[in-house]
């Protein structure tokens, strides 16, 4: 049973472009959650999503980003007109459909932005 | 909003020694879930143990184990017989039990050397 798996492990853009970051959850995992790790600190919250469903963005910056995670698919963080302090490294997790909130997320190794 | 602390950014123990690392929490929720994770310089976040606040006697893994105090709201993590391989960044984290899929709050972490 594969881990969760995020792509790329590095990306590299220039301030003013995108930057998609994919997440496909373990499998049977329908519960996705993107975090994000400035360097020297903790993991912060961005958002939680279910297939179709974003349940919570209240640690989405208002502008500029944005989640998705289709029926079919992986999960996709979006970052348009990207800007330094986007630099980070960007974690996802997943969890098992009902299983409850004692379930530990899965995470995956995360993608490292780096805006130059 | 429920937040996480860990007041040692760094800490550093002789291979097979024992170091505890400190966790304290805020909350005024009584049903929640706590959790430590290691992430080596891969990057990887990794479970180390896991602690169901309803529960009286604290967890143990191996050569890990917690210290609960659910008054105190404090968490701590005790690595016995350390090993090079525990050389890490360790994060506690708080998860509310009052809805299923909720969100994960992570401490700035704790940088542990382990010193041969």
């Known amino acids: 049973n594969a881990g969760v798996m995020q792509n790329p492990r590095h990306l590299v853009r220039r301030r003013g472009q995108e930057a998609r970051l994919r997440c496909s959850p373990m499998?049977?995992?329908?519960?996705v959650y993107w975090y994000r790790q400035l360097p020297e600190e903790g993991l912060k919250f961005m958002v939680y999503?279910?297939?179709?469903?974003?349940?919570?963005e209240s640690g989405m910056p208002k502008e500029r980003f944005s989640a998705e995670f289709p029926k079919e698919g992986p999960s996709i963080l979006r970052i348009q007109q990207v800007v330094r302090g986007d630099s980070a490294a960007y974690f996802c997790?997943?969890?098992?459909?009902?299983?409850?909130?004692?379930?530990?997320?899965?995470f995956g190794n995360g993608t490292r932005l780096t805006v130059t | 909003a429920q937040t996480v602390t860990q007041s040692q950014p760094e800490m550093s123990v002789q291979e097979a020694e024992t170091v505890t690392l400190s966790c304290t929490y805020d909350?005024?929720?009584?049903?929640?879930?706590l959790f430590w994770y290691k992430q080596p310089p891969s990057r990887q976040m990794i479970l180390v143990i896991r602690?169901?606040?309803?529960?009286?006697q604290n967890a143990t893994e191996n050569r890990f184990s917690v210290n609960f105090q659910k008054a105190a709201k404090s968490f701590s993590l005790k690595i016995s017989d350390s090993q090079l391989g525990d050389a890490a960044m360790y994060f506690c984290?708080?998860?509310?039990?009052?809805?299923?899929?909720?969100?994960?709050?992570f401490g700035e972490g704790t940088q542990l050397t382990v010193n041969p």
């Open positions: 997790a997943s969890s098992p459909l009902g299983t409850g909130s004692n379930s530990p997320l899965h």
């Open positions: 499998k049977g995992h329908s519960h």
């Open positions: 999503l279910q297939k179709e469903n974003i349940i919570d």
């Open positions: 909350t005024s929720e009584s049903d929640y879930y």
């Open positions: 602690q169901e606040a309803y529960k009286q």
């Open positions: 984290a708080y998860r509310s039990a009052l809805a299923s899929g909720s969100r994960l709050t």
